[in-house]
């Protein structure tokens, strides 16, 4: 599967972006789908997942209540809604796509997209 990643932006703490990952190839709903994200100068870190059978989800307690994960299967694609932004959102956010049905750990991930930046200003 191939992912693409894509909606991120400069945006004032506060405030809201969706980031979007468009797969193609297999159809995602064979895979968990995470989002991840690297500030600088810090290792990536989960953010959220959407596991693949039964689309419960699960965050990170960073986001938790301000991020939400959601997957549109007939468009193939996951987003990411991000509201009440910090400027500690600022980082560059990766979706991935993963074999298991749930899972945070990302080495448990097999399918990288190619990162998109959020940038959140004070």
């Known amino acids: 599967v191939q992912l693409q990643a894509f909606g991120g932006g400069l945006v004032q703490a506060g405030g809201s972006l969706r980031l979007s990952c468009a797969a193609s190839g297999r159809t995602f709903t064979t895979y968990a789908m995470g989002w991840f994200r690297q500030a600088p100068g810090k290792e990536r870190e989960f953010v959220a997942e959407?596991?693949?059978?039964?689309?419960?989800?699960y965050y990170a307690d960073s986001v938790k209540g301000r991020f939400t994960i959601s997957r549109d299967s007939a468009e193939n694609t996951v987003y990411l809604q991000m509201n009440s932004l910090k400027p500690e959102d600022t980082a560059v956010y990766y979706c991935?796509?993963?074999?298991?049905?749930?899972?945070?750990?990302?080495?448990?991930?097999?399918?990288w997209g190619q990162g998109t930046l959020v940038t959140v200003s004070s």
């Open positions: 959407i596991t693949r059978n039964d689309g419960n989800t």
């Open positions: 991935a796509a993963s074999w298991a049905a749930r899972t945070i750990r990302m080495d448990e991930y097999d399918y």
